[in-house]
């Protein structure tokens, strides 16, 4: 019984270094999505394209977290007796001794406030492409309903001349 609390308890320790990389990942996020905000604000286009050039190889690092939180959420279910889906970090701190019990405890709580306000900070970036992008939206239909009005012109004996082929913007690149 003894090697089982041992394997437990370094499970655990290994389990909380995960965790903390969890941590670490939704404040990076917290800070690149507010960094979003302001580059699409300021219209930083230079800055944003190397944010979000950025994100996509560190996405893929984090990815090695993600399944030893899974694999190590396995193990944990096995020794403690449990399904994989009865395995949280609730479960884990009632079967924990008080030292473990805190470290858990703490960590799922910054987790909960921190996936709180990751929640909140997405919504609002969201919303702000949302309306850039139905503002852009407006904007671009009323220059081109502008170009489709048509020019009238008058020929030299008074008679009104439609032409609805010349654009307001040329649309090639």
Do not use: W
Not at 7 to 20: A, C, N, T
Not at 27 to 46: C, H, P, W, Y
Not at 78 to 83: P, R, V, Y
Not at 131 to 157: E, H, V, W
């Amino acid at each position: 019984m003894k090697t089982v609390a041992i394997e437990i308890e370094d499970k655990v320790d290994q389990l909380l270094v995960v965790l903390d990389r969890d941590i670490q990942h939704i404040q990076e996020n917290l800070l690149r999505l507010n960094e979003l905000r302001g580059f699409v604000i300021k219209r930083d286009d230079a800055s944003l394209r190397k944010l979000l050039e950025s994100i996509q190889p560190e996405s893929n690092n984090y990815k090695s977290n993600e399944l030893k939180r899974r694999l190590l959420r396995e193990e944990l279910a096995i020794a403690l007796d449990c399904s994989l889906e009865q395995m949280t970090l609730s479960r884990l701190e009632a079967e924990l001794y008080e030292e473990k019990k805190a470290e858990v405890a703490e960590r799922k709580t910054k987790l909960q406030t921190l996936t709180g306000k990751l929640k909140k900070e997405h919504l609002s970036t969201a919303m702000l492409l949302s309306d850039c992008a139905r503002f852009n939206s407006m904007l671009l239909r009323s220059i081109l309903k502008l170009g489709q009005a048509g020019t009238i012109t008058y020929s030299p004996n008074g008679s009104a001349d439609h032409q609805t082929n010349a654009a307001f913007v040329n649309l090639q690149f």
